[in-house]
């Protein structure tokens, strides 16, 4: 049996009829778990949606004015070292993930939402946590951008290599995963790197109030999510904030070992690496109309990594 069970079939089983659905002890706890998660939150979904796209738009908006030639000429002189890390971002975190999923016998929504995070990179906030844990501020910005590109080309192919290896049904294209990526993030950085361009000085002395701000509704954002959390634990217990937790540090030891010898870059290779994006991963399974349990198990997987960056920012600030 594949460990990963495919989203549409998840999907046809949610509208299953009843009298088949209460057949087995599994099925009456799989309809109490949606009965959880389809109660009302205290904090609606679609709330936390908005605010987070609000959140997204202003840090990448603060991120683009740090954006000017500097950044393309850090990325050309290390471009060796960047085609390492960004191999290590769409490569090895991924394969990793499906070994846990085999190692430890996970299936269902809970497996499909670990491995709907392990093959999603480029979060939105993955720059402003490397600057934090002191990357290079000209090799960063140029980092996450490739990532954030070639993430139109490497999520559709993850995902038809998923499809492949577990015959998972999994389906997502380009355009999909471009839409996003484009408006929540590299709109933004454009119009940030563009008034750089054109109003270096006005630039300059918004970068920093606009910095905190952004860090300010990420920690709304986080109370927003964690206000909900309840209800998302009692759907899917707490393996996927655990694998969460466990993926996010190995992920930012298989950076920093891609890094290599290049101290200078390796906070930012480490954070790169280890960030994944909610965002492309709800993508995928609204796409393939996923169960809301792998929902659940997004959220509970990106809990986790942010617990274990805060954890990760504050022993680098010790150093």
Sequence with gaps: ????????AQSRRHIAPRSEALTTRGARRRIARRCVLQSPMLIPFQWIGLFATLTVFAVMFAIGLMLGREQIAAALQRRVVLAA??????????????????????KGPVAVGIVLMAISPGAPVALRRALDAGGNRAFAPALHLAIVILA????PASVAILDWIFAADFEVTPFHIGRQV???QLLPMALGASLRAVRPALA???????????????????????????????????????????????ALAIGAAFAWRDADVRPAAAIA???????????????????????????????????????????????
């Design 1 to 8: 049996m594949p460990a990963v069970l495919s989203l549409k």
């Design 204 to 250: 300059a002395k918004l970068e920093a109030p606009l910095g905190r701000v952004g860090n300010v509704l990420l920690l709304l954002l986080a109370i927003a999510v964690l206000a909900d959390l309840p209800p998302i634990i009692a759907a899917v217990g707490w393996v996927p904030t655990i694998a969460g937790v466990a993926m996010t540090l190995c």
């Design 273 to 319: 690496a280890a960030m994944r994006n909610p965002g492309l991963a709800l993508v995928i399974a609204t796409v393939n109309r996923a169960p809301p349990e792998v929902t659940a198990a997004v959220i509970g997987y990106a809990l986790g990594l942010g617990l274990t960056i805060v954890a990760f920012l504050q022993w680098c600030r010790r150093r």
């Design 85 to 106: 890390v960004v191999f290590a971002v769409v490569v090895p975190v991924p394969v990793l993930a499906v070994l846990a999923l085999k190692a430890f016998a996970l």
């Design 182 to 184: 484009f408006f929540a």
């Design 152 to 155: 139109v080309v490497t999520v």
